[in-house]
Nanobody
Framework: QVQLVESGGGLVQPGGSLNLSCATSGFKLDFYAIGWFSQAPGKEREGVSCIKGRDGSTNFADPAEGRFTISRDNAKNMVYLQMDSLKPEDTAVYYC???????????????????WGPGTQVTVSS
């Protein structure tokens, strides 16, 4: 049974950092892409970053580029999103998600993802 569970969210001041974790189970990370998505109140769920389990190649949405880092530990079945220089507009529920990937670069297009975690709240406020 495929499962993804996020953790590490919370309240942080502008300019601060958070490290989100995504614990995966029920599949081999080598054959999947893991994406992080954010959904702010009243807005669509949007891709933030993704990583291919096999080779660690990554993709970032423009707002995340240069501020966020995505990484994975295949031995632990974990994927991480290190978020630095956080802004109030980063406030959202953050989800990790997975889909089976072959040779292509991972995508931030939501419809490709088959499995989703329940989400973790990130609030950036002074």
């Amino acid at each position: 049974q495929v499962q993804l569970v996020e953790s590490g969210g919370g309240l942080v001041q502008p300019g601060g950092s958070l490290n989100l974790s995504c614990a995966t189970s029920g599949f081999k990370l080598d054959f999947y892409a893991i994406g992080w998505f954010s959904q702010a109140p009243g807005k669509e769920r949007e891709g933030v970053s993704c990583i291919k389990g096999r080779d660690g190649s990554t993709n970032f949405a423009d707002p995340a580029e240069g501020r966020f880092t995505i990484s994975r530990d295949n031995a632990k079945n974990m994927v991480y999103l290190q978020m630095d220089s956080l802004k109030p507009e980063d406030t959202a529920v953050y989800y990790c998600a997975a889909y089976r990937i072959f040779f292509e670069q991972c995508t931030l297009t939501r419809r490709y993802y088959d499995y989703w975690g329940p989400g973790t709240q990130v609030t950036v406020s002074s």
